[in-house]
């Protein structure tokens, strides 16, 4: 939330001529237009620039005001050592700059100098106790810190001050959502669109609150409105997405994240394509993408954890192993890799017990509970059917189109539904079955 607090400096014009005069008067004009979008940042510095310069010599408080336009600029487009310097220099000249002080624990806060931010926030409200705009910087100040409660007091004094302000209705919003209080968040955010209807972020702030609810139809629905509002926006496509990957359509959660991938090529945005073709089995374009994730960031544990789960699904224990360990060592509380690597680790032992052969199924005949899983793991031959099955419908998978991947998939998930079902019944000839499983999907992928 940002407000105009600008003043022409006094007297200025009186000493000018009338074609300096005007031109001065377009500089205020631009050096204030803090809230409009069409004067560019480095328009209004330079405005801002033109207006010190030829107020060098006058009082204190009016020079303080325009050094604190031009710092906030600054700020806004992250040239922040000269930001720093701009404020500093306004609150040297008029220590009573409560917009100074705001400013300045904005660029402080944004930096990560929580300290200093509080002191100037608390010196921005002492000094302009009716604005409302300091109790919403030093809200922000307190969400930051992770100190929600007294962040939701400042909003709501900010709010009590400025009732119609849609910034802070969802910046209270976030506080309420970092404390799990959905519904309230959700509230928040629902007055802050009525108030500002054509902002994307609170559509994307209220969609992630609905998801948390489990309501996931409107969650949906905010985050395409989010996407139709900002769609320059990667983040409002990697939201849609995860929300079709939760909902299992895989399929249509890649094209988002493609759109995301495209629009800014991050590790999460890879890690997130490559958890929907893990899901799809598709382990090796799954693979690529964690790859591409991890030379971007190679501290980044869960495209080495969800690597290692390809690997594993695809029979590669050792490489399974070396990316549980790694993201172990990252992050040693990461519970399901270390469930992982424990499981890997018992498969290779099987293995070098089994002479370091391709004799196992494709799932852990020590948990097998199925009858019918008990079977092919107590014949060699049913076993190597169950294996060249699994080889076979991996393979046709990555060959087919999607269209034909996902019948492919439908179709498996109905033979093996089917088989544990007739397993044990005299008519069902069951290794019979597997073989003609097998042929077919090796027909499948053009084999």
């Known amino acids: 939330m940002r407000r105009i607090c600008f003043t022409l400096v006094a007297g200025l014009l009186a000493f000018a001529g009338a074609a300096a005069q ?53 700020w806004l487009i992250a040239k922040n050592s000269q930001a720093r310097e701009d404020l500093d220099r306004a609150i040297a000249l008029d220590a009573n700059n409560a917009r100074a002080f705001r400013e300045r624990a904005n660029l402080y806060r944004s930096i990560g100098r929580v300290d200093r931010a509080l002191a100037d926030a608390n010196e921005a409200v002492r000094l302009d106790p009716k604005s409302a705009e300091g109790f919403d910087v030093r809200g922000n100040v307190f969400n930051n810190n992770r100190q929600f409660d007294r962040a939701i007091d400042d909003y709501s004094e900010a709010l009590r001050l400025d009732p119609k302000s849609a910034q802070t209705f969802m910046d209270r919003g976030v506080a309420y959502y970092f404390k799990n209080d959905y519904q309230a968040a959700i ?129 590669n224990v050792d490489r399974a192993i070396a990316d549980f360990e790694q993201a172990l060592r990252v992050n040693p509380r990461l519970d399901e890799a270390a469930e992982m690597l424990a499981k890997a680790r018992e498969e290779r032992d099987r293995r070098v017990a089994a002479g370091g052969k391709d004799e196992l199924p494709t799932f852990d005949c020590d948990t097998a509970k199925l009858a019918v899983e008990k079977a092919i793991c107590s014949d060699p031959e049913l076993t190597r059917l169950d294996r060249e099955i699994n080889a076979a419908y991996r393979a046709a998978i990555n060959r087919l189109k999607p269209a034909a991947a996902r019948r492919l998939r439908e179709q498996q998930r109905g033979f093996v539904l089917k088989r544990n079902k007739a397993f044990g019944n005299p008519d069902y000839q069951f290794r019979r079955e597997l073989e003609r499983r097998l042929a077919a999907l090796k027909d499948a992928g053009g084999n």
Do not use: W
Request: hydrophobic share 35%; glycine share 6%.
């Open 22 to 74: 005007a031109q001065n008067s377009a500089n205020a004009d631009i050096c204030a237009a803090e809230n409009d979008p069409t004067v560019a940042p480095m328009q209004r510095i330079n405005a801002c620039t033109a207006l010190i310069e030829a107020a060098k010599d006058a009082p204190g408080p009016e020079l303080s005001k325009l050094l604190t336009s031009r710092g906030s600029t600054y």
């Open 187 to 315: 509230k928040d955010y629902d007055e802050s669109i009525r108030l500002r209807p054509g902002r994307a972020r609170a559509f994307t702030n209220r969609g992630a609150a609905y998801k948390k609810l489990g309501r996931r139809e409107l969650a949906l629905a905010d985050e395409s409105e989010a996407i139709r509002l900002d769609p320059a926006e990667p983040v409002n496509f990697d939201n849609r997405g995860l929300s079709y990957e939760e909902n299992g359509d895989y399929d249509r959660a890649i094209i988002d994240f493609n759109e995301a991938i495209r629009l800014r090529p991050q590790a999460n945005f890879l890690t997130n394509r490559g958890d929907s073709y893990n899901h799809k089995s598709d382990y090796d374009r799954a693979i690529s993408d964690y790859d591409r994730a991890l030379a971007l960031d190679p501290g980044f544990y869960l495209a080495l954890y969800n690597r290692g789960v390809a690997y594993h699904a695809k029979g």
